[in-house]
T-cell receptor, first 112, second 114 residues
């Protein structure tokens, strides 16, 4: 069983719409959850972190966590062409002092 | 804004040669990491480092790999005898390590073994 699973995509969303990205994880003791954005050939860039059940909003981004279902999601509102990238779900057992386990990423394409 | 910096951005080496990848973590961070990403694959954990010693390593991090913090600012990854399959992007990351904080990544070093 993969530790962090994501749909590889590509997910195509029209500009201005909501993009919804999903992730499941297998390690029940995971405590920290992250969404990174990665442009082709570049390094992962942290866009959201979430540590407790529920929603966390930051600008156009909302992260949702459900530990009972072992499910994390990211919503991007008012999608822009610059949001086109691969989105990596990542999970850590304790604080970020622990290793981060990445999913394979979902490719998101925003069409004008 | 503080950032993790890595040098070089691209390294080409012959198979069997030793390479050293360098990183300068964010200055007040205490935890340091190396990850790698083979082209088209996911980001994989290699090793974490705290208080001048390895705190965790993956099965990828075998005897060919070593890490060092030689001077209190740099954090290095050495590959002793490179193999073709070591070709990848290598990312350094650092974290303050306090509860519920994030790890920030450098821009990466692209290692090409020929």
């Amino acid at each position: 069983q993969k530790e962090v699973e994501q749909n590889s995509g590509p997910l195509s969303v029209p500009e201005g719409a909501i993009a919804s990205l999903n992730c499941t994880y297998s390690d029940r003791v995971s405590q920290s959850f992250f969404w990174y954005r990665q442009y082709s050939g570049k390094s992962p860039e942290l866009i959201m972190s979430i540590y407790s059940n529920g929603d966390k909003e930051d600008g156009r981004f909302t992260a949702q966590l459900n530990k009972a279902s072992q499910y994390v999601s990211l919503l991007i509102r008012d999608s822009q062409p610059s949001d086109s990238a691969t989105y990596l779900c990542a999970v850590s057992r304790y604080s970020s002092a622990s290793k981060i386990i990445f999913g394979s990423g979902t490719r998101l394409s925003i069409r004008p | 804004e503080p950032e993790v910096t890595q040098t070089p951005s691209h390294q080409v080496t012959q198979m069997g040669q030793e390479v050293i990848l360098r990183c300068v973590p964010i200055s007040n961070h205490l935890y340091f990491y190396w990850y790698r990403q083979i082209l088209g694959q996911k980001v994989e954990f290699l090793v974490s480092f705290y208080n001048n010693e390895i705190s965790e390593k993956s099965e990828i991090f075998d005897d060919q790999f070593s890490v060092e913090r030689p001077d209190g600012s740099n954090f290095t990854l050495k590959i002793r005898s490179t193999k073709l399959e070591d070709s990848a992007m290598y990312f350094c990351a650092s974290s303050s390590g306090t509860v519920n904080t994030e790890a920030f990544f450098g821009q990466g070093t692209r290692l090409t073994v020929v």
